[in-house]
């Protein structure tokens, strides 16, 4: 496995931490030597260890999510270029990450209730804390999409966490990239953001 043992991350407690504050994943399928791609919020389901999704029934990787189908999922932390120039000793510019790759295989549900419980479920999680909004289980909208989302479950066969933090570095190094990491994912939003609106 690559990277390096150094910036490799076993604590699943680490793991999980990103899987619910970047719930947004990539699931990967391949049919015929394809890849299918397709970008999901993916929630962890504490109960049994499963990931749960929702996919629009025209979406061509829908076929796949089903029948116990191998996929790959990626979760994505933050990330950032870290120039020589933070650090305290000389060393050569690199690139700062955190990322979670899982395999697994997935299963179609095929419950119109649990589908539309799932919904409600994973709506309650990414409005969290706040819970600004609430998805009802009486919303007449909710109820006339349901035919077209399907929904799954992944049941997790591997874990592979990839932090590359400068590890192999001196703690006050460390400490640099750090902040470097925090305020690069705070700036380059905003400036993306103001570029591309």
């Given amino acids: ?10 604590d699943k407690v680490h793991l999980l931490e990103v899987i619910k504050t970047y719930p ?6 391949v049919k015929d030597n394809t890849p299918l791609i397709t970008h999901l919020p993916l929630i962890y389901r ?9 996919i ?12 116990e189908n191998e996929v790959t999922v990626i979760f994505y932390g933050p990330q950032c270029y870290i120039s020589p120039s933070i650090y305290t000793t000389t060393q050569l510019p690199t690139w700062n990450y955190v990322r979670v790759h899982l395999t697994g295989k997935v299963t179609k549900i095929e419950s119109t209730a649990a589908l539309k419980q799932s919904l409600i479920t994973m709506t309650e999680f990414l409005e969290a804390p706040e819970h600004q ?6 919303n007449p909208r909710l109820d006339k999409n349901l035919e077209y989302i399907k929904m799954f479950e992944i049941t997790i066969d591997t874990w592979e966490g990839k932090f590359k933090l400068s590890q192999d570095k001196k703690p006050k190094d460390k400490e640099n990239a750090r902040q470097a990491l925090i305020k690069a994912n705070q700036e380059s939003i905003k400036q993306f953001l103001d570029s591309i609106f």
């Fill in 1 to 10: 496995m690559y990277p390096p043992p150094k910036h490799q991350e076993n």
């Fill in 24 to 29: 947004l994943a990539t699931v990967i399928s």
């Fill in 46 to 54: 504490e109960t049994d260890g499963k990931l749960i999704g929702h």
């Fill in 56 to 67: 629009d029934i025209y979406n061509p990787q829908t076929s796949l999510l089903k029948d």
């Fill in 133 to 138: 909004y609430v998805l009802e289980l009486d």
